[in-house]
């Protein structure tokens, strides 16, 4: 079954620091890794993606890690801001087929 | 250039009558995606369709069911609700057949969809 694991739940982070989100995933044939970012009442936004053939992407403050032997990836906040907080999944995909998404990590970052 | 554009923004239905939601894709995009959002958790995939054919379909039960029109916009058509049926509907498009690096999915804003 594709599966998507993401941890954590929720997650507090004072305003400069490092706000981590992990995911683990099954199926070795993902090959597209995207984070989304959801903010209440709207619909996710893409944030950054990475190909499997890349161990990290960096986008301003977002950074993507990618261990494909250990089948988990990784998204890394720098400098978080209060603007920041909203609600983080992780998904996958291989070829053209649909994304799977992870249950989502709910990101408070404190003033 | 206008987002993936959903309507309505809200609906609140009673348990056994049908319901109707629309999406407009992202001008250009030629495939559309429905998936479907509970409150805590991640988007589930529903549909997929690409030229107005149906090229993927996810683990809902056949009371869902959807189209696309040749102008790309499309129909997501729900009958006999059940409680469990509450949810954010989002629609997504993308240029071909999305979910990968090259073609990415945008999704619109959704319907929130309550069946008291």
């Known amino acids: 079954q594709q599966q998507v694991k993401q941890s954590p739940q929720s997650l507090i982070v004072q305003k400069g620091g490092i706000s981590i989100i992990n995911c683990a995933y099954e199926?070795?044939?993902?090959?597209?890794f995207p984070w989304y970012q959801q903010f209440p009442g709207k619909g996710p936004a893409l944030l950054i993606a990475?190909?499997?053939?890349?161990s990290e992407k960096k986008e301003g403050r977002f950074t993507i890690s990618f261990n494909k032997s250990a089948k988990q990836f990784s998204l890394h906040i720098m400098d978080s801001q209060p603007g920041d907080s909203a609600t983080y999944f992780c998904?996958?995909?291989?070829?053209?087929?649909?994304?799977?998404f992870g249950k989502g990590t709910m990101l408070l970052v404190s003033p | 250039d206008a987002g993936v554009t959903q309507s309505p923004t809200h609906l609140i239905k009673t348990r056994g009558q049908h319901v109707t939601l629309r999406c407009s894709p992202i001008?250009?995009?030629?495939?559309v995606s429905w998936y479907q959002q509970v409150l805590g958790q991640g988007p589930q995939f529903i549909f997929q369709?690409?030229?107005?054919?149906?090229?993927g379909r996810g683990n809902f039960p056949d009371r869902f069911s959807a189209r696309q029109f040749p102008n790309y916009s499309s129909e997501l058509n729900v009958n006999a609700l059940l409680l469990g049926d509450s949810a954010l509907y989002l629609c997504?498009?993308?240029?071909?057949?999305?979910?990968?690096?090259?073609?990415?999915?945008?999704f619109g804003n959704g319907t929130r969809l309550t069946v008291t």
């Open positions: 997504a498009s993308s240029r071909p057949l999305g979910g990968s690096y090259n073609s990415p999915l945008h």
């Open positions: 199926n070795t044939a993902f090959d597209y």
């Open positions: 990475i190909r499997p053939d890349v």
């Open positions: 998904a996958a995909s291989w070829g053209y087929s649909t994304l799977t």
């Open positions: 001008s250009g995009h030629k495939s």
């Open positions: 369709y690409y030229e107005k054919e149906e090229r």
